[in-house]
């Protein structure tokens, strides 16, 4: 099994909502990310887990709220979103650094869009 | 910090001709660099990826790239185009924290 699944596929919320994205894997994979994607750019990232503990936040704003609750599972949790942060939001898993393979395997992602 | 450029924003290629697409690095170290390709509104697939095991590395789909250190580049080809191949195609680089740093994408376009 070589799948990252996220749900939703597809989520639009107003800006007082709150949400949470999800992103699973069974790879074995002790390093997980939280990607954002707008439209016509590249991937950037924004958090990294590592063996369950956040490693890297890229100084995301508050209002995205990640948490690992085991290895296997990653949720991004979603309040007072601004339009603005309407993107694809992609989850990836991989290796840690310093063991096995190198590459990162993607989810098909999240389509947010905040009204 | 470690970086890709990607030249060309768009490249378009007649199915069956030849398809490149350039990619250049900034790195004082050899790094581990990968090409992945994104289909309209899907996540990305791993193509293939150079940690520095072989130079010339083949992928999935008859995809290669060769990786020159002295031109700091890992140019992605495939001999011949196919319409399935149109695509988004993204080079990154490991930063060595296993997070990938993205380059800013080259949209493949293939003609009849």
């Known amino acids: 099994d070589t799948e990252v699944t996220q749900t939703p596929k597809h989520l639009v919320m107003g800006m007082t909502n709150k949400k949470s994205l999800k992103c699973e894997q069974h790879?074995?994979?002790?390093?997980m990310y939280w990607y954002k994607q707008k439209a016509k750019k590249p991937p950037e990232l924004m958090f990294v887990y590592s063996y369950e503990k956040l490693s890297i936040n890229e100084s995301v704003p508050s209002r995205f709220s990640p948490e690992c609750p085991n290895s296997s599972l990653l949720n991004l949790h979603l309040h007072a979103l601004q339009p603005e942060d309407s993107a694809l939001y992609l989850c990836?898993?991989?290796?840690?650094?310093?063991?096995?393979?190198?590459?990162?395997?993607f989810g098909q992602g999240t389509r947010l869009t905040v009204v | 910090a470690q970086s890709v450029t990607q030249l060309g924003s768009h490249v378009s290629v007649s199915e069956g001709a030849l398809v490149l697409l350039r990619c250049n690095y900034s790195s004082s170290v050899p790094p581990y660099l990968f090409w992945y390709v994104q289909y309209p509104n899907q996540g990305l697939q791993l193509l293939l990826k150079y940690t520095s095991a072989a130079t010339l590395v083949k992928g999935i789909n008859g995809f290669e790239a060769e990786f020159k250190k002295s031109e700091t580049s890992f140019h992605l080809t495939k001999p011949s185009a196919h319409m399935s191949d149109a695509a988004e195609y993204f080079c990154a680089v490991d930063t060595g924290r296993r997070a990938l740093t993205f380059g800013s994408g080259t949209r493949l376009q293939v003609q009849p």
């Open positions: 790879m074995g994979h002790r390093a």
């Open positions: 990836a898993s991989s290796s840690p650094p310093g063991q096995g393979n190198t590459e990162a395997f």
